[in-house]
């Protein structure tokens, strides 16, 4: 018979943990990888994002999934299940991934896959859902999590299984199919409260579907803007990815978030930031969004 009480308590990460009125919120790193500076900053040139993030040998700099483990009102909610590990070894070189995934950190937290009630993902890029699936060998692949359900946009549904051709390389069906089959994909439309104090809202702009997810508490907030504002280096408005699909719509969406951020003292959280895993932001001298050094959550404790 099992025992339940060797068991670590679900989610009880600690100092991870952070409160936000009465959620608790743990951020953690489920996947570590590289990717090509130039495609992370657009017509941004590398003399100037190279002093942000320096690039290797292959032009590439270094990336982290930065996840979040939501706890509100009885539900165990994922943010964000990383790339996964359904690479070989051939693609995993490629991205120069890292060991570990969602499942062996979550572990790490005293969360099984059965623990987690819901999955939010921004939208269904491989390095947002991939982890929402796992290898079960010639079979393909199988949701990673039995007791939960991703929730995305339908819109992102939709230009996930009729890809741009744009996008086509960005998307991989064993991420997001076998949920489709299996009824563990929800899509909704616009903005949406799904768990307590814990809304996703439509955005479009990196991809057709993309949301965003705002936590709120007791008059506290939490933001994660997904792959609207992907690191701290593209807090300045125009430092957009070259993988965005409407760069306009992610422009005036990430303007009227970061200002509204600023304002409310908002904590942000950011998608793909190598050291920092969330941090407040405020507005510098020259009137650029900097963020507040002394509210920086390590991405990499
Ligand atoms: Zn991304």
């Known amino acids: 018979m099992e025992d339940n009480n060797n068991r670590p308590p679900r989610g009880i990460t600690g100092e991870r943990a952070i409160d ?12 570590r990888f590289r990717l090509d500076g130039g495609s992370m900053f657009g017509v941004i040139p590398r003399v100037l994002w190279e002093r942000k ?37 051939k693609q995993s070189l490629l991205y120069a991934l890292g ?23 921004t939208h269904l890029h491989l390095d947002h859902a991939g982890g929402s699936t796992v290898s079960d060998g010639s079979r393909g692949a199988r949701p990673s999590f039995p007791n939960a359900k991703l929730v995305v946009q339908l819109e992102e549904m939709k230009a996930a299984l009729e890809p741009h051709a744009l996008s086509r390389g960005s998307y991989r069906r064993d991420d997001f199919v076998p949920l489709v089959d299996n009824g563990a994909l929800m899509t909704v439309e616009g903005d949406v409260e799904v768990a307590p104090g814990v809304f996703v809202e439509m955005t479009g702009g990196h991809t057709p579907g993309h949301q965003i997810v705002r ?26 990815m070259a993988w965005d699909l409407d760069p306009r719509a992610v422009y ?9 951020c600023a304002d409310r003292e908002a904590l942000l959280f950011w998608s793909h930031d190598p050291r920092v895993a969330g941090c407040r932001i405020k507005t510098s001298q020259a009137g650029y969004y900097e963020i507040d050094e002394e509210s920086v959550l390590e991405a990499n404790k």
Not at 252 to 260: E, H, N, S, T, Y
């Open 252 to 260: 005036a969406r990430k303007g009227r978030l970061l200002a509204d």
């Open 215 to 240: 936590i709120e508490s007791g008059g506290q907030e939490a933001v994660y803007p997904g792959d609207l504002v992907p690191t701290c280096a593209h807090l300045r408005l125009n430092w957009l």
């Open 99 to 121: 060991e570990g995934d969602v499942i062996t950190e979550l572990a790490r937290l005293g969360v099984e896959p059965e623990d987690i009630d819901l999955v939010l993902a």
């Open 53 to 89: 993030a320096t690039p290797d040998s292959m032009n590439r700099i270094d990336l982290n999934s930065n996840s979040l483990l939501i706890e509100t009102g009885g539900h165990t909610v994922l943010l964000e299940p990383g790339m996964g590990s359904k690479y070989d070894a």
């Open 20 to 31: 936000i009125g009465d959620i608790k919120v743990t951020p953690f790193v489920s996947s």
